[in-house]
């Protein structure tokens, strides 16, 4: 019997899950924008008239996704990396699908996350993010990866936002 319990226990065992990204493609943006989190939504609406597809679509060769290796069809997250050379630093925006931010999967996918960053981090200066000033999720949840509050921009995007710009600086620097 303590076999059993044993064999239970393990096949319900919910493994860490292993991420990767690849560059975007249309089909990944029609997937992952109806699953985007309400904050990521918001940015979408705060930073222009589109809907989220067409936002999405746009510069799609600036935009990968990151997506569980075992399920390579459904995006988790997307991000937008715009280089900006003169200055050697890049804009990003990053935006989460509900299982990247489910309570089971969000220490594995931080993990991820941060190794991106890094990576990014690597090849820029500085890592620039806009943030909507009152969506304070989305703000905690960057300064977590050591974004820190860098300016703040009135009248920001279609609709006229104040804007926060967060700042991750290379480590090396």
């Known amino acids: 019997m303590a076999h059993a319990k044993s064999y239970l226990r393990d096949r319900d065992a919910t493994p860490a899950p292993v991420y990767e990204s690849r560059s975007a493609s249309e089909t990944d943006i029609r997937k992952i924008a109806s699953r985007l989190c309400p904050a990521a939504l918001v940015e979408i609406e705060a930073l222009s008239k589109y809907a989220p597809v067409s936002f999405l679509l746009q510069n799609l060769d600036r935009k ?19 280089p900006v050379k003169d ?17 089971r999967n969000r220490e594995a996918f ?36 050591g974004f820190i509050p860098f ?20 480590a090396n620097v």
Not at 88 to 100: D, R, S
Not at 133 to 140: E, G, L, P, T, V
Request: hydrophobic share 40%.
């Open 110 to 145: 931080n993990r991820y996350l941060r190794s991106l960053f890094d990576q990014l981090n690597g090849q820029h200066h500085q890592l620039l993010h806009h943030v909507a000033q009152s969506n304070f999720a989305q703000i905690r949840w960057l300064e977590q990866f």
């Open 64 to 82: 990968r996704v990151i997506l569980y290796w075992s399920k390579p069809d459904w995006p988790v997250a997307i991000i937008d990396t715009a």
């Open 151 to 170: 300016r703040r921009l009135s009248h920001y995007g279609d609709k006229q936002t104040e804007y926060v710009v967060m700042r991750r600086a290379c």
């Open 87 to 103: 200055w050697n630093e890049a804009h990003i925006w990053v935006g989460l699908t509900e299982k990247a931010t489910d309570e």
